[in-house]
């Protein structure tokens, strides 16, 4: 599975953003999706994934309510709608893809796309 993400940018606290994660290769629906984010000299964090098969999507408390992942199944394309965000949502984001089971840890995730900056200034 490739994958390729875009959309980053820099904003102002309470700005909204979305992220795009353009997939292709294999069988995406047999995939969970997810977007992890890293912000420097942090762990790489989970933020949300999603099943594509169904659409069961799973977030991080850090992002519950403010975000939302979700997917177009016709163009492969996943998405990360962020809302009402804040200078800590800074980070490099990255979408990644999992033939395990919707989970937050990133060890299960086995393909990654590259990063995409995104900036929040207060």
């Known amino acids: 599975v490739q994958l390729q993400a875009s959309g980053g940018g820099s904003v102002q606290a309470g700005d909204s953003l979305r992220l795009s994660c353009a997939a292709s290769g294999r069988t995406v629906g047999a995939y969970v999706m997810g977007w992890f984010r890293q912000a420097p000299g942090k762990e790489r964090e989970f933020v949300a994934g999603?099943?594509?098969?169904?659409?069961?999507?799973r977030y991080s408390d850090a992002v519950k309510g403010r975000f939302t992942i979700s997917r177009d199944n016709a163009n492969n394309q996943l998405y990360l709608q962020m809302n009402s965000l804040k200078p800590e949502d800074t980070a490099v984001y990255y979408c990644?893809?999992?033939?395990?089971?919707?989970?937050?840890?990133?060890?299960?995730?086995?393909?990654w796309g590259q990063g995409t900056q995104v900036t929040v200034s207060s």
């Open positions: 999603i099943r594509w098969s169904d659409g069961t999507t």
């Open positions: 990644a893809a999992s033939s395990r089971g919707l989970s937050s840890n990133r060890y299960n995730f086995d393909y």
